[in-house]
């Protein structure tokens, strides 16, 4: 078999071992249909099994009662930038935004186009380096819905656990650490995420969306944009992302398998904190670059002594085969995502280059 590299790339981003096999197997001819799945009808037998194995499996995982609809859409957790306030923000045009990072701010730019919006919290002013307090919320207790990002990718931030909010819907765009710990599903309105950070392959959004704030969404919306006609037509309103589904549909069972999703999250808990260790021993060498407790599970971000060493640990690391560890250009620096599919052994890996690359630098 091909070797394969350790793929610390923020997005799309590594795929479990055990899926991207699993899927090499049948991607000729899916269980001696004598067909590929990309090649099947969406509304034929197997692809309805496939897909309604992924909704039970995603609600399995997470709990998900009978309350919620499971939507598999396509454009992106962009898309549900605009889909979340054209459906949920009417009739009173406001609501609430917690700003933690640039995903927040594309978040607050497409809902000012619907409404008005409340910057409930925002960390701007700390360069996105934390987390806002309970305490710093400037709640209205009459928006539509809170609005908040779970995990900023790019600036290595996570919220330990939500916002609260009181009666007021909780929306959360989970991205990129969807599915990294089991939570309470029931504490929300709707929680949505791009597939390509710790679920699938890129072209597929979970939406899970409780379904009496469907009865929110207007029938003078376009089509595509109301979550209403797609839960009523489960995924089937439009041809939908049918390979991306499948793969993501593994990726459930993989959770599911290893345990679920307390497993997962003591894993990755483990594997985060033994870099986050290594980075506070490293005596400012490595040094992280938010809150320590509002550091990312998921992305971890650092900087060195100076950008011409930040340089060189990228080149070397890439030659060495650690890829996609460069940070965000708004941000500089390193980024290290370690999504659930990461393995431990691939940080335990890096952490040694990192000691050797202090020793000679
Ligand atoms: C990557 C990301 C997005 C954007 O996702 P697209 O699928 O490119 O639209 C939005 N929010 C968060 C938190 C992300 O990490």
């Not at 489960?234 to 497993?263: C, Q, S």
Request: glycine share 8%; net charge neutral; charged share 25%.
């Amino acid at each position: 078999m091909e070797k394969r590299i350790f793929n610390f790339s923020a997005g799309p981003a590594i795929l479990p071992e055990e899926v991207l096999l699993d899927a090499q197997k049948d991607f000729f001819s899916y269980k001696s249909s004598g067909m590929s799945i990309m090649e099947m009808s969406h509304r034929g037998k197997i692809f309805d099994g496939i897909i309604k194995e992924a909704d039970a499996d995603l609600r399995k995982l997470l709990n998900i009662g009978e309350n919620y609809s499971i939507l598999f859409l396509q454009g992106g957790a962009t898309l549900q930038f605009s889909m979340v306030p054209l459906n949920l923000m009417p009739p009173k045009n406001k609501a609430d935004y917690i700003v933690t990072g640039a995903w927040a701010e594309k978040a607050v730019k497409e809902a000012k186009r619907v409404g008005t919006v409340n910057i409930a919290g925002t960390t701007k002013s700390d360069l996105y380096t934390r987390i806002p307090k309970q305490s710093e919320l400037k709640l209205d207790p009459d928006a539509s819905y809170v609005h908040f990002t779970s995990n900023n990718t790019i600036f290595g931030t996570q919220w330990r656990s939500e916002p609260e909010v009181g009666n007021v819907p909780l929306v959360c765009d989970a991205s990129s650490d969807f599915l990294h710990k089991s939570i309470d599903v029931n504490k929300y309105g709707l929680i949505y995420a791009g597939a390509q950070k710790n679920i699938g392959p890129s072209g597929v959004v979970v939406i899970v969306v409780r379904k009496d704030l469907l009865e929110r969404s207007s029938d003078t919306l376009h089509t595509y944009m109301n979550y209403k006609v797609h839960a009523e037509n489960e995924t089937m309103y439009n041809t939908p992302n049918t390979f991306g589904i499948y793969i993501a549909g593994l990726v459930f069972k993989w959770l599911l398998n290893m345990g679920g999703l307390d497993v997962m999250y003591k894993r990755n808990l483990e594997k985060a904190n033994v870099l986050y260790d290594y980075m506070d021993e490293s005596g400012d060498y490595y040094k992280g670059t938010v809150a320590k407790e509002d550091r990312s599970l998921m992305n971890v971000c650092l900087r060195l002594p100076n950008e011409q060493l930040e340089e060189k640990i990228i080149k070397e690391a890439s030659a060495k085969g650690f890829s996609g560890i460069k940070g965000h250009r708004s941000v500089g620096g390193l980024r290290v995502s370690i999504y659930n599919a990461f393995p431990k052994k691939g940080v335990e890996a890096l952490i040694e280059f990192m000691k050797d690359f202090k020793k000679n630098n």
